[in-house]
Every structure is written in C-alpha cells, then in structure tokens.
C-alpha cells in the first residue's frame, strides 16, 4: 500500500518564508512592527485621498477654465473686420486667459504629453463643457499651457498659467505626511532602544554569569515583565552562589577531615620501617590521596578564580612542557602557535588542558596539541594514536566515575573525572568539549571556547 503524504498547505509555506526573511533580533522586529502598519496606511491614504483629490480639485479648476473659455468663445465675433478688444481684455484681467483668433489658420500638430493625467483631465472638460477639437502644449512653456481650438474659419489660441489648473495643497500635505511619519519612526525608534536595552543587559549578564565572569553592577530596569525577569535571574544567581558558597565551605570541610586520618597514616607507615605490607599500605594511601583530591577538584570546580586575559598559546606551551616532563612516556608534540588572548580562568583552563592530555598520555604513545580560531570560536585540539574510544561510548566517558576501560588501557586508570573536569571547565567558560576519531589514529579531544 503506497505511503500518503500529506499536502503542504500554502500557508504553513508562506510561514516558513516569512520566517525566513524576518530579522531574527527583537530590536528589528519590533521596529517593522511598528514601521509596516505606517507604510500600509501612508500608502492607502496616498492612493485614495491624495490621488483622488488631486484628480477632483484638478477637475474642478479645469472645469472652471473650459467654462471661461466657452463663454470667451460664444462672445467672440469671426466675423470679417470684427473688433473682439474687449473680450480679449476681459480674459486677460477677470480669467488670466490670453486670447488670439487667427482667422484662416488650422490645428497645429499635437505635441508630446507632459503631465498625463493633468492633460486628460483638461481634455476632458473642454470636451464636455465647449465640444470643439482642441490641441493642448505644456511641454512648450513651463509655466503656462497653450490651447489650441479649431473654430471652422480659424483658430482660437488660449494661454492660461499652469497654476490656475494646480494646487500645491497635495505637494504640502505630501510632505507633510512624509515628515509626520520620519518623525513619528524616530520617537519609535528611541523608545524601542530604550526598551530592548534592558533585555540585552540581561541576555549579557546571564551569559557572563554562565561563564562565570563577573556581572558588576546589574539592576532590573525596563518594563515590568523586564523588571520581574530581572529580579528573577537575580534571585537564581543568589541562590546558586549561596549553593556554590555552602558546597565549598563542607568541601573544605571534608578535605580537611579526610587528610588528617589520612596524614596519621602515612606517619605510622613511616615509623613501622620497610616491608611488603608496609609498601603496600603506603601505596593504597597514595592511591586514596589522589582520589581525594580529585574528588575535592571535581566538586570544587573553578571556585574563587576570575577570569582574566590569557595568552592561549602560552597556556599551552605551559602544559605541554609540564606533560613531557612528566612520569609519562608518551611524548607531547606541539607546532608553533600565534599568540591568541582571550579572556579565561587561567588556572581551571590549563587544568582541562592537562587532563586531556594526561589521558590522551595514559592510553597513547604519542600525543600533538594544536589550537585554531575563527570570528567566533577558538578551538584546542588534542590528538593521540591509541586505541580510541567507540564512537557511542564517547558520551559516556564525560560521566563523573565512568571509566572506559575496556574500550582502552586497563592499566593505569584514574577514576574516572578528568574528561567530567574537563568538561565542567569548558562549558563554564561557555564552550563545550567534543570528542572525535583523531587522523593519528586514535582520540581527538577538540576544546571550543568563545573567542
């Protein structure tokens, strides 16, 4: 039975798209919320007010010059040695129509069309209201329109100023509108800025407490719902400070708890000279020491430090010289790398750097460190030629207490927290820690910090 799909419905399409073409920050929308409504209205009232009442009042004032000039005409005498003086001085001083009759004379050809719809409006009384054939010029003059009419024996040539047929109440009432509305975006704008402003402070200091930089001075400021999400995050960074504070202080605590039993210990182990038993004992105290700082390390995470301008590149020339001269065998290779300051906890990054390649030197015989960076991101890379880690176990390695052994070496296993170390460190500095099959061969540990 073959499989139905479902139709795409049009509109589902036309909201994909749009959400396509939208501006993705709040400022942006916010500001064409404003800015569309403006310009459909602005463009509706442009079509049906100023279009149509130009085209009225312009058809009132051509009405008004077809009537002169059809009274002009119906005073006017053709006849043979016809004195028509005085209508041609009562056009000039009551109408503003300059008058000529030339008798014998013809049309001239029409001429080429300057204002369109000012001309067939004009046309179009001057049909109505005198019905003869007419030839209208306003390209010839630019201030005055020049008519032409046929009158059988001659031709009746009428000037009238292009004011008399226009009026500049639509040019005023344009600008007008142009700048009400230039006026009224500026407001919006300013307001719109004043009021995303709160919410980037706020976007800034979560993400600057999500790195564990300090905030400084945040207060809730904006809009109300801005203000409550203010005094929200507010409240939540409180309470995880005072979680943070709390663990510290019991972690401290403990450790000072476990280390003197554990001090005693090493003192009598000491004070009951060699042996096998004794050696053993010592080492399992060794082991039991070791696993208690990790512990401590893992739950104390980057406590106390602040962020400050780290040269990376220096960072990692630190920890590979440390790791080659280390008890590992495994040799660290590093190439020349350009010096890159971000802003970092120096000491919680070189510890993540130093876990990674630890590990990578516990299961591995050979380990190179690199680093890369973009606009947004730079990246710390380490690789090794051992054995690897299966590609759906690899997130199971940054699980506090999971150790890979059988996936890699059994000997020599820590237990299980510098990869969760490591993590912690990274994804408080904002970033994250992935790891992928190395070209060596073997595990690639990539670090990627915001830049």
């Excluded at 909201?15 to 500001?31: C, E, S, V, W």
């Excluded at 459909?40 to 009042?57: C, G």
């Excluded at 407490?209 to 203010?230: C, H, L, N, T």
Aim: hydrophobic share 45%; aromatic share 6%.
């Amino acid at each position: 039975m073959a499989e139905l799909t479902r139709p795409i419905d049009p509109l589902d399409r036309l909201g994909r798209y749009i959400r396509q073409i939208l501006p993705k920050n709040l400022f942006a929308r916010a500001l064409i919320i404003i800015v569309a409504p403006v310009l459909l209205s602005q463009s509706i009232l442009s079509f049906i007010f100023i279009d149509r009442h130009w085209e009225l009042v312009t058809r009132r004032f051509c009405n008004a010059v077809a009537g002169d000039i059809s009274y002009v005409i119906a005073e006017l005498d053709i006849g043979p040695g016809a004195n028509n003086e005085r209508i041609v001085v009562r056009a000039r001083q009551s109408m503003q129509l300059a008058v000529s009759y030339q008798s014998g004379a013809e049309l001239p050809p029409p001429v080429e069309v300057r204002y369109p719809i000012l001309e067939r409006v004009l046309r179009t009384e001057l049909t109505r209201v005198v019905g003869l054939p007419v030839i209208i010029d306003a390209a010839s003059d630019a201030d005055d329109i020049h008519l032409a009419f046929d009158l059988g024996e001659g031709v009746l040539q009428v000037s009238l100023p292009l004011k008399r047929i226009t009026t500049s109440t639509n040019e005023l009432l344009f600008f007008w509108m142009v700048g009400l509305s230039v006026l009224l975006l500026t407001v919006a704008v300013l307001f719109l800025r004043n009021q995303i402003r709160p919410i980037v402070r706020l976007t800034e200091a979560a993400e600057a407490f999500g790195k564990g930089q300090p905030i400084g001075d945040f207060k809730p400021s904006g809009a109300r719902e801005v203000r409550r999400a203010a005094a929200a995050f507010i409240a939540m960074r409180q309470r995880i400070e005072r979680h943070l504070r709390q663990r510290t202080e019991m972690l401290a605590g403990i450790s000072h708890d476990l280390r003197t039993p554990l001090t005693r210990m090493k003192l009598r182990l000491a004070m009951m000279g060699g042996g096998e038993d004794a050696e053993e004992l010592t080492s399992d105290v060794v082991d039991l020491e070791r696993m208690i700082e990790e512990f401590l390390a893992f739950a104390r995470g980057q406590e106390g430090e602040q962020p400050a301008e780290v040269d990376v590149a220096a960072l990692i020339g630190e920890a590979v010289t440390a790791a080659n001269a280390g008890h590992r065998r495994a040799p660290v290779e590093m190439p020349v790398l350009e010096t890159l300051t971000v802003m970092v906890r120096r000491q919680a990054l070189k510890r993540c750097l130093t876990n990674l390649i630890d590990n990578a030197q516990r299961h591995a015989g050979h380990v190179r460190v690199s680093m890369g960076s973009s606009d947004r991101w730079i990246e710390i890379i380490v690789d090794d030629d051992g054995p690897g880690i299966p590609e759906t176990r690899r997130e199971d390695a940054f699980r506090p207490f999971v150790r890979l052994d059988a996936a890699r070496s059994p000997t020599d296993a820590g237990v299980g927290l510098g990869l969760a170390i490591a993590r912690d460190v990274a994804r408080s500095h904002g970033g994250d820690i992935f790891l992928e099959t190395a070209p060596m061969g073997g595990l690639r540990a990539r670090i990627r910090l915001p830049a």
